[in-house]
């Protein structure tokens, strides 16, 4: 059986970047002509080598970003201004994006609104506890405090 690396995931193959053995019709026949995968020779193995250390450096750095920006982010009370009635319900709502925009110009932080977890938008004043997604399985809390205007 001849070995191949795959240059995209296969379902019931492999992921990117995994030497697997596969037959040679279903290699020439089927991998190659889609570009799925390209034959292991001993350059192409030692190049899928240097790819994935070089992918898992890129990984491990970006965790240790999310980890710094989640710190960063757990000491973080945003504060927000809405216009609100006397009984302290919002006009408006302060929504996943008003938060994204609190923490860019508290922080600098670039955080993608559909990684804030709200159950609902906030309605009325007082102080939150906002959970949000900084990469995958890193969180963070942010303390967001909504004022009347």
Known sequence: MPEAI?????D???????VVDVSKGYLRN????RKLAAPATKGALNEARRTQEAHTKATAG??????EYAEQLNKT??????????????FGSV??????????EARAIDVDRRK???????????????VLEVNDGVTATVKVMVSEA
């Open 12 to 18: 019931g193959i492999g992921a990117r970047g995994a």
């Open 30 to 33: 089927f991998l190659i002509p």
């Open 77 to 90: 009370v945003l504060t927000i201004s809405q216009q609100a009635g006397e009984d302290g319900r919002l």
């Open 116 to 130: 804030i977890h709200l159950d609902e938008p906030i309605k009325n004043v007082g102080t939150y506890q906002v």
């Open 95 to 104: 929504t996943t994006q008003d938060i994204a925009d609190a923490i860019k």
């Open 6 to 10: 795959l240059l995209k995931d296969v």
């Open 62 to 67: 970006r965790i240790a970003q999310a980890h």
